[in-house]
């Protein structure tokens, strides 16, 4: 795997990362940490993870494996700010909790220093203020040494980058978002962001799941136990998401491009994503040794220009202003110059 720059900082990151949700979950303990030193073995170097996946059992996992690593040879991604017990201060990014799961996340992580710390969602309640003073602090202090975003909109990632430049802060540096072929809204206005200030993209869900694997072919409402559908007690939430027809046209593009270039779907669709503006590293999510195979697999090579614009034909998003192309000529046109 080759290395990106993770934005304007100076920490290079490998182009997929490996993400650790399931750990603790469908992925045992001994899988996981096969994962993660074979992962390590194929040159990868950014692991994500959340204080939440698996209710922590995510971070303690991956603990008990660090505590055998070279910790400078990986970029330790984390997140804080859903619930964590019941109390009503258990959740949020106030100063008084993003300091107690910060502490609680180096313990589970058996480490003195986060490399990555991502507020996970937006926190309507807390000033950005105490939030983005609070990772600054943390920064200052060690206990972690980059601070990153995951699901703001564009404007609540500028408006806590144009407080921290006010204030002499330390910025964030990257964005996780859900994109893949078939979440392209990310595209209208956090791509675009992202571009203009130089911070690194991290695609959450790659995949969309598994759906874009190609491996549901009887249909997201069939899906077999062992998937993630059919292991999901809301298998109605998938069925609704993938059972129409863009989904449909997606799938069947990615296949299609998948036989005419002797790859597999899964690599296909990640290989589309790798060539997307802004794109850093996406966060790969795997059950199995050979799924992480083959989707470290969707590196060191490249799609033909005509394959990427078939499948970014087949994924195009229905958009009305201002994201169509009339708004776009106005942003664009230079007519007072000509
Ligand atoms: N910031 C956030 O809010 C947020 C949200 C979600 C995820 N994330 C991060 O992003 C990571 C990835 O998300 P994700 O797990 O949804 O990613 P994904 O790549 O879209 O889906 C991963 C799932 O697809 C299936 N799969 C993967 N490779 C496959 C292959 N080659 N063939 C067939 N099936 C395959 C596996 O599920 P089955 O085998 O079980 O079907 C796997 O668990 C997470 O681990 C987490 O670190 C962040």
Redesign the pocket.
């Known amino acids: 795997m080759k290395l990106r720059k993770l934005g304007r900082s100076g920490v290079l990151v490998s182009e997929l990362g490996l993400?650790?949700?399931?750990f603790g979950g469908?992925v045992d303990e001994a899988t996981s940490h096969r994962l993660l030193d074979q992962f390590v073995g194929e040159g990868g170097n950014l692991v994500?993870?959340?204080n939440v996946?698996a209710s922590g059992r995510s971070e303690e996992i991956i603990g008990r494996w660090l505590s055998r690593q070279d910790r400078s040879r990986v970029v330790l991604a984390t997140?804080a700010r859903f619930r964590t017990a019941d109390g009503a201060n258990d959740l949020g990014l106030s100063r008084k909790h993003l300091l107690h799961a910060v502490r609680e996340s180096l313990r589970r992580l058996q480490t003195d220093y986060l490399d990555l710390l991502?507020v996970?969602?937006w926190d309507p309640l807390t000033p950005l203020e105490e939030t983005f003073g609070t990772l600054h602090r943390l920064t200052e202090d060690g206990a972690i040494r980059y601070v990153g975003v995951?699901?703001y909109r564009a404007w609540q990632f500028e408006r806590a980058l144009q407080l921290c430049r006010a204030r002499g802060w330390h910025e964030p540096v990257s964005l996780?978002p859900?994109y893949?072929l078939v979440a392209r809204a990310t595209e209208f206005e956090l791509v675009p962001m992202c571009l203009a200030e130089n911070i690194a993209l991290l695609p959450?869900?790659?995949?969309?799941?598994?759906f874009?694997?190609g491996?549901y072919r009887q249909g997201v409402r069939s899906s077999p136990a062992?998937?993630?559908?059919g292991?999901s007690k809301d298998l109605e939430f998938y069925a609704k998401r993938f059972e129409n027809e863009r989904a449909a046209r997606i799938v069947d593009a990615v296949r299609n491009v998948a036989s005419e270039a002797g790859r597999?779907p899964?690599q296909v669709a990640l290989n589309w994503l790798l060539a997307r503006p802004a794109v850093t590293s996406p966060?790969?999510?795997?059950?199995?040794p050979d799924?992480l195979t083959?989707?470290v697999g969707a590196t060191g090579w490249s799609l033909t220009e005509a394959q990427l614009a078939a499948l970014s034909r087949a994924s195009e998003l229905d958009v009305t202003y201002p994201y169509d192309q009339r708004a776009e000529d106005q942003q664009t046109s230079d007519r007072r110059l000509e």
Do not use: C
Not at 283 to 288: A, K, P, S
């Open positions: 993400g650790t949700m399931t469908p994500d993870t959340s996946y997140k991502q996970h969602a995951s699901n996780q859900q893949s959450w869900s790659p995949l969309a799941g598994g874009l694997s491996k062992g998937t993630r559908f292991d597999a899964s966060i790969l999510g795997v059950r199995t799924q083959e989707n």
